[in-house]
Structure formats: C-alpha cells, structure tokens
C-alpha cells in the first residue's frame, strides 16, 4: 500500500513552522491561530512568538480540524469534542494493549 506525501512528510518530519504548515495544510495563518485560542493545539514552549512551531501531533489535529470543518461541515466545538474522543480513544488502545502484554507476559510465564 503507497502512503500519500502527506504520510511520508509527517513520519519524517518531528517540528513544523506555521509557514510549512499554511502551505502543506493549504489553510491561512488566522486558521491556525483559531485552534490554538481554543486550545486544540499548543506550540511548543520553546518557540518564539514570531517562529512558532509545532510538533507533528498538533499538525496532525490540525489537518484533522480541517477535514472536519470544512469536508464535513463540523463546527468548532464538534471539532474540539471529535479531537477528545479521538485522543481518549488512543489512550485506551494504550491501556488495552499494555493489558495484552501482560496477559501475555503471565500466560507465558505459566507455561514455563
């Protein structure tokens, strides 16, 4: 299966500028701006105001937002409520599959 070159940049690439993300997400400064007052996503505390940047996460979230807002039709706080349950779904897979590996781990250590 071929990955986009959306895939391809985001594994590759760990912080983004806004101008790197403006022109790959094709949205406008104000856009990222918005998300960020509500909290949706965060520059990285080192960034300066004039150089923020962002990791991939928050990139990702952000190309999310978009589908959302405007494939979709999904105003903000359906975006922002869509983002939690996206996020606390991944956190549950973590738990879920650190529960297999223990379930693994004794299951093995019973055969033995």
């Known amino acids: ?3 986009s070159k959306w895939e391809a940049r985001k594994m590759k690439k760990k912080y983004w500028t806004v101008t790197e993300i ?4 094709k949205i ?9 007052e509500e909290d949706l996503i965060q ?3 080192d960034s300066e105001p004039s150089g923020k940047i962002f990791t991939a996460k928050d ?3 952000l190309r999310l937002a978009k589908t959302l807002m405007e494939d979709m039709e999904v ?3 359906g975006v922002e409520v869509i983002l939690q349950m996206r996020k606390n779904m ?3 897979r973590e738990q879920f599959d650190k529960i297999l590996e223990d379930l693994a781990q ?4 019973t055969i033995k």
Request: cysteine-free.
């Open 75 to 77: 105003n903000l706080p």
């Open 106 to 109: 004794q299951l093995h250590q």
């Open 1 to 3: 299966m071929q990955k």
């Open 28 to 36: 406008d400064e104000t856009f990222i701006v918005r998300l960020e």
């Open 59 to 61: 990139v990702e979230r």
């Open 90 to 92: 991944f956190e549950m």
């Open 43 to 45: 520059s990285a505390p």
């Open 22 to 25: 403006t022109h790959s997400l």
